[in-house]
């Protein structure tokens, strides 16, 4: 059924915060577009009426923007069903199936905690639930190789692998995408884009705030698996697949999942983690706990075109600003010509990608000053990126996964190979480094990067560095 669309979406957790933060503004927005027209069914465990979740989506709306069409909200209001049951008890899928109706092509959407993505797979099989059906599975997936290889088992028994799609928001974003489509619709990139031009790549997703309430999913997680392992490895594999052989989405997969392969497994040497002062304070956070709020690493991939070249990817909270941004760093002309021309960050070439809160792309190259001495300065080529009318990247991502469109979705054998790159450090790690409040981590993460250069701090502004 991977070319058919689906007649109904089933919504697991819809009472919870992702559906309240993330998913009603985005069903509210496909209704907009008129992509959205099928039987929406909550489920969950409380014993809520349907007004009650009528009213949850209300205020959902009302806090990302207010409803500013009301036939849209009405609209959506009347795609919504409920179904209140506990995901343990078979009579809950029966009573799925009864809402479903005439419906055979449902998409189930499992917005609930990892802990019950094998439960509720499981009840959809055994219910004959998953028959011309697609499951989307929220992140993350597994938390480490075995438990996602026992994952995708479990997923493969009711579902065919075209039919599961794993979701991660962080793909459904504008400027991700454009990262894809800058690299192959531009023909001067090409020729540099290799380990002869390039001396290092860096990725920084930098968050000015802590854990919040997510005290203890944070225990269980940590940085590397909630932030590094799946959304800045999606972004790696991105900027490092070659050129798919076609236009579709299975031959993109089929790069991306190279990368993942060709990736050194890590090494203790390779990580810093570090902690900021006051986490062990915060809400259902152990009184000693070693988990990492910051994570630091240096990543090789063994393959033709990137052998030698270091990828520098961190992470974190409570950083001084909440950015994300890639610098790939040129090497520098094979003779100094001009004695200006310090080969730093700030002197050499370097190709910028914004990815938030704004979108950007920038090129910095030297441009002289006037006068008779050979003295320059770096200049940015800046390309602001922001688009009206984008679609959010839930929008994008429920909208394509009802289509059975994969092609911003993880596969299971990219899944299980970005494990194996983190699953030799998940346990055997040296301990987190305090750091401060605002600071960009601990010191020791400048021991992971060549000596130099150092790590590039996003500003949190969107204009272009001179």
Known sequence: MSNTQSDALVLYGVTGDLAHKMIFPALYAMVKRDVLTVPVIGVAFPQWSLA????????????????????AFQKLLSLLKYVSGDYQDSN?????????????RPAH???????????????????????????????PFGRDLASARKLNRVAHAAFPEDAIFRIDHFLGKEAIMNILYFRFANSFLEPIWNRNYIASVQITLSENFGVGKRGAFYETAGCLRDVIQNHLFQVVALLAMEPPAERDFGAVQNEKAKVF????????????????????????????????????????IDSWRWDGVPWYVRSGKYLPNTATEILVELKPPPQRLFDDAVQAIGGSNYLRFRLS????????????????????????????????GEELPYERLLGDALRGDGALFAREDAVEAAWRVVDPVLKNHHRTRPYKRGSWGPKQADSIIAAGGGWHNPSPESVSRE
């Open 261 to 300: 392969k060709a990736m050194r497994p890590l090494r203790p040497d390779d990580v810093v983690r570090g902690q900021y002062a006051g986490y062990r304070s915060e809400r259902d956070v152990a009184a000693r706990s070693d988990v990492e709020t910051f994570c630091a690493l240096r990543l090789l």
């Open 52 to 71: 009650r979740l009528h009213k949850r989506v209300a205020d959902s709306i009302g806090r990302s923007g207010g409803i500013d069409n009301k036939r």
């Open 357 to 388: 809160p704004s979108s950007a792309v920038a090129l910095a190259a030297r441009v002289k000053l006037a006068g008779q001495e050979f003295i320059g300065e770096q200049r940015e080529l800046y390309l602001s990126d922001e688009q009206p």
């Open 92 to 104: 809950t899928f029966k009573e799925i199936k009864r809402a479903l109706g005439h419906a055979r």
């Open 109 to 139: 959407y499992l917005a609930i905690p990892p802990s019950l993505f094998e439960t509720v797979i499981k009840g959809l099989g055994a219910e004959g639930l998953a028959a011309n059906a697609r499951v989307i599975v929220e992140k």
